[in-house]
């Protein structure tokens, strides 16, 4: 079992630990719902240091980065972030993942924590004859997110002006003064505008304890796993082993505005774009339930009577108070809008194919 650096303070407030891809994590503090609506209306602070960090340094950094992320990284400037999968040859998933660029010999790939090992080796085989190296730095960090319409406020007093002047999302900077060290990103997986810090691991206690300090006046509330899944789902984001695993694609996970095609070759390519040509047997939609009950995973979709599908994450929307969910389902069965049935306990209850995000009209 692995301990994030805030594992004692995260007692010491009475959080609810769990286990989690082989880390000791926080489900909760004071309540799911509680935490959930604190970040859609003032702020959150998770610790997110489970999450894998990955470098790349090298002449032909930036060539591997493009070999291996559907997304295009020679587009990318210097102090910006990019979300991207990377792929098998079949065009199954890898994981999904942000890469930050330093510089054209420098990347950082934040990358999910049960897939960290996994993702370290697949970089490494896939390297070739090219001139990097590739770095497993996920010891030397902890990450802390700042979620929700208030953190711009929470971060300049927690960090200074600097920390938020002139930020643009998906962007990032190393910060200087008390918090010198700190890469602060505008990014996120909560729906809401934030920042995910990366941390020297001897620095998170204190910046921890500064931020919510900081946030005392807004409302700033602990957050959990909890908390960090219903955000997720509301929002439409993927999970990965949910939405995404060995065999489901990009496309059919809709994602395929994050795979681009004109930049060149890539791993998964092939695949990918016979998948976007000629279409795929399954698709990813969200939906809303039109009766009560509450989505799980695994939880069969039908139309008609007939089955169409599965529920891939499921949860009670503490915004809509209705359950929500995201589904993956036979291609051509569903547009949005259309009703479908989700199984609940033995019964079809209503439900509605919906846009993402979930809890905006």
């Not at 300049?156 to 060290?181: N, Q």
């Not at 206690?205 to 700033?220: D, N």
């Amino acid at each position: 079992m692995t301990y994030t650096p805030l594992y004692e303070t995260h007692k010491s407030f009475g959080a609810r630990m769990i286990d989690f891809a082989g880390w000791k994590l926080p489900l909760q503090f004071d309540g799911i719902r509680q935490e959930h609506m604190a970040v859609r209306t003032a702020c959150g602070l998770f610790d997110v240091s489970h999450m894998g960090e990955i470098e790349v340094n090298g002449p032909q950094a930036e060539d591997l980065c493009q070999r291996l992320n559907t997304n295009d990284m020679a587009k990318l400037r210097d102090g910006r972030a990019r979300y991207g999968l990377f792929c098998y040859p079949d065009g199954g998933a890898v994981d999904d993942l942000i890469t930050y660029r330093f510089s054209a010999e420098h990347f950082l790939v934040c990358v999910n924590a049960s897939n960290t090992e996994k993702v370290y080796r697949w970089m490494g085989d896939n390297c070739g004859d090219l001139d990097v190296e590739v770095t497993d730095a996920s010891a030397a960090y902890a990450q802390i997110a700042v979620q929700g319409p208030d953190s711009v406020s929470v971060m300049e007093k927690a960090l200074g002006e600097e920390s938020v002047r002139d930020f643009p999302r998906f962007s990032f900077r190393i910060l200087e003064g008390e918090a010198t060290g700190v890469i602060a990103a505008r990014t996120g997986y909560t729906g809401e505008d934030g920042f995910e810090l990366f941390v020297p691991a001897g620095d998170a206690v204190w910046i921890w304890e500064r931020l919510y300090e900081s946030g005392s006046e807004s409302g700033i509330t602990f957050c959990g796993l909890g908390a960090r899944d219903t955000l997720r789902i509301e929002a439409g984001y993927p999970l990965y082993g949910n939405e995404l695993d060995e065999k489901k694609t990009p496309i059919e996970a809709g994602l395929g505005r994050y795979v681009k095609m004109d930049k060149g070759d890539f791993i998964g390519r092939a695949a990918l774009l016979e998948q976007m040509e000629g279409g795929t047997a399954r698709k990813t939609l969200g939906f809303k339930m039109l009766e009560r009950g509450v989505p799980r995973h695994g939880y069969d979709v039908v139309k008609n009577g007939k089955r169409i599908g599965e529920v891939t994450s499921g949860t009670m929307s503490p915004v809509l108070d209705i359950g929500v969910g995201i589904a993956s389902v036979t291609s051509g069965e569903v547009e949005c809008g259309d009703e479908i049935g989700i199984e609940i306990r033995g019964h079809a209850r209503k439900a509605v194919s919906s846009e993402f995000p979930l809890h905006k009209d």
